[in-house]
């Protein structure tokens, strides 16, 4: 009985399956036809498709890159183990354009997010390190 089964399967695919040469050739004219697509204009103004999740104090985020964060990320000083980045004091385990800061050192700071991490430095010619003293104690 199951060869029976199986032998008309086998002939039902088989007569369902006959593909002409003249099939095939139609596909593949139908391939190679030039189509229409979309205008470079058009694209450029198509939002960013990709996002990114970012968690903070138990709330997921979803955050849309703009273009405004894709600016050069700068350190401009370090205080008492907080770091001076583009507008903001940051201190290590903060986060910052998706980065987490993970160190903060004397010429420095390393930036995280997941498997990307960037560098900073001071500047040259600048006060590498500025250390803030409580007068009156000894």
């Known amino acids: 009985m199951k060869k029976i089964i199986i032998v008309t399967i086998l002939i039902i695919n088989g007569l369902l399956a006959d593909i002409g040469m003249d099939q095939i050739e139609e596909m593949v004219k139908k391939i190679h036809e030039k189509r229409e697509g979309i205008e470079l204009e058009s694209l450029e103004k198509t939002p960013e498709p990709f996002v990114r ?4 104090n138990n709330v997921t985020t979803f955050l849309i890159p703009k273009k405004d964060e894709e600016k050069k990320i700068s350190l401009y000083a370090i205080v008492n183990k907080r770091a001076y980045i583009n507008d903001r004091w940051l201190g290590e385990g903060e986060r910052f354009l998706g980065f987490e800061l993970v160190y903060i050192g004397k010429n420095g700071v390393v930036l995280r997010s997941g498997n990307q991490i960037k560098k900073l430095f001071l500047h040259e010619g600048k006060s590498k ?3 803030l003293s409580k007068k009156g104690k000894k």
Do not use: C, R
């Not at 999740?53 to 903070?56: E, F």
């Open 129 to 131: 390190l500025i250390t």
């Open 53 to 56: 999740l970012v968690k903070d």
